[in-house]
T-cell receptor, first 116, second 115 residues
């Protein structure tokens, strides 16, 4: 297993276009998280899944954002009608949670989105 | 809401020397975890060290150690014998205990290591 994989690594899009990012977690990890990181800031939580269920969404996740994790494996994050303010690094992380044992999350390298 | 503050945007250290990165946080919880993550340029974020709030003993991982002051809500990272490979962004992060899993990050400290 090579860790958390994100695709694409970079995406440049025109304002108003839709974009979709993919995250492949470490196999058998049941938790998957999305974070957004803008320049000069730390990552900010967007949403997370426990298997295929989306359990929490941040207020940062506007109606233009949608995330899915069908079958509890890979996840997609779609942004509709992109705006320049959406330009950021989108990070995915995964972990294996069992009962109250909650080890650390492993992060992917991120997808850098530039909206022009 | 929990907040994490890193007041040092940039730090510099000479190779083989020691450097301390500062972090303060605010929470009303009594049980939580604190972390330091390292983010090298164009590479993924990796965990450096973690501290459980209920443990009085400061965590150590090889050349990395923390000074955890629960009453003061302070959590600093000390890097001893600094190496060129330590150059990166360092983020302090907080997570509430239990099944809640989201991390709250600070704004980061960029560490430069010079020869």
């Amino acid at each position: 297993d090579t860790g958390v994989s994100q695709d694409p690594r970079h995406k440049i899009t025109k304002r108003g276009q839709n974009v979709t990012f993919r995250c492949d977690p470490i196999s058998e990890h049941n938790r998957l998280y999305w974070y957004r990181q803008t320049l000069g800031q730390g990552p900010e939580f967007l949403t997370y899944f426990q298997n295929e269920a989306q359990l929490e969404k941040s207020r940062l996740l506007s109606d233009r954002f949608s995330a899915e994790r069908p079958k509890g494996s890979f996840s997609t994050l779609e942004i509709q009608r992109t705006e320049q303010g959406d330009s950021a690094m989108y990070l995915c992380a995964s972990s294996l949670v069992s009962g109250r044992v909650h080890p650390e999350a492993f992060f992917g390298q991120g997808t850098r989105l530039t909206v022009v | 809401a929990q907040t994490v503050t890193q007041s040092q945007p940039e730090m510099s250290v000479q190779e083989a020397e020691t450097v301390t990165l500062s972090c303060t946080y605010d929470t009303s919880e009594s049980d939580y975890y604190l972390f330091w993550y390292k983010q090298p340029p164009s590479r993924q974020m990796i965990l450096v060290i973690r501290q459980e709030a209920y443990k009085q003993q400061n965590a150590t991982e090889n050349r990395f150690s923390v000074n955890f002051q629960k009453a003061a809500k302070s959590f600093s990272l000390k890097i001893s014998d600094s190496q060129l490979g330590d150059a990166a962004m360092y983020f302090c992060a907080y997570r509430k205990s239990g099944t809640a899993s989201k991390l709250t990050f600070g704004t980061g400290t960029r560490l430069q290591v010079t020869l």
